[in-house]
């Protein structure tokens, strides 16, 4: 529900430079489904 807080494990697809605390979207089909902020990044 919107509003709501998970914690979550992702692989991108294609690689790209991320930092922690960057602020990210997730989009599908030209809308934005969701947004967080990289916490930790796992090589």
Not at 14 to 41: C, H, S
């Amino acid at each position: 529900m919107p509003g709501d807080n998970t914690k979550m494990t992702i692989e991108l697809i294609t690689p790209i430079a991320m930092e922690e605390q960057l602020r990210f979207a997730i989009r599908e089909g030209g809308r934005t489904v969701g947004a967080g902020v990289a916490t930790k990044i796992l090589q």
